[in-house]
């Protein structure tokens, strides 16, 4: 039996890192992708990603590496073919990408499954505003861009990021088990 696709979504600083690393921790039978980022590695990253240069990730493009890719705020990310082996092997894989491009990721991965983690604007604020990777024009670009709406619909879970983090991720845990829902 083939693994079920999961594209984990959501503006930034909803905690769609956080809620991905526990998920791998408490279910090691999931497949969670590692993303290609032009973007170069800092020590304060809360996602373990693959750092390259512009050429390589084009590069890689050329060979068809990737499965999805797309570009936001300057750089380039790349979901790599690794998940379809995962898939082949009948392990759920989990990928953090972009409500841009779900059109493109329903098309990939028919039966892709959407958790869309969202949380309150201050919220958001506070957290960009911790992670220290963007100036103040920046998090408020994050900000606008938050409201974004993606199309619901069966195949989409929403988890509220807010409060708790044991509350989140035990939402997040039953996202991954749709037919429960």
């Not at 759920?92 to 329903?106: E, H, K, P, V, Y």
Request: contains cysteine.
């Amino acid at each position: 039996m083939a693994g079920r696709p999961f594209a984990v979504v959501g503006p930034s600083g909803a905690g769609k890192d956080t809620l991905l690393a526990e998920a791998a921790r408490r279910r090691p039978d999931l497949h969670v992708v590692r993303r290609v980022i032009t973007r170069p590695a800092r020590r304060r990253d809360c996602e373990p990603f693959e750092p390259v240069s512009e050429t390589e990730f084009a590069r890689r493009r050329t060979a068809g590496e990737f499965v999805l890719d797309w570009e936001a705020h300057g750089l380039h990310y790349g979901i790599p073919d690794s998940i379809d082996r995962a898939l082949a092997e009948g392990r759920d894989a989990l990928f953090n990408g972009s409500r841009g491009i779900l059109g493109r990721a329903w098309e990939v991965f028919p039966g892709l499954t959407v958790i869309h983690v969202t949380a309150a604007p201050p919220v958001l604020a506070q957290r960009l505003t911790a992670r220290g990777r963007e100036n103040e024009a920046e998090i408020s670009r994050r900000l606008a861009r938050a409201a974004y709406q993606i199309p619901y619909g069966p195949q989409v879970r929403v988890v509220e990021n807010n409060g708790a983090l044991e509350v989140a991720v035990q939402a997040f845990l039953d996202a991954l088990q749709p037919e429960s829902l």
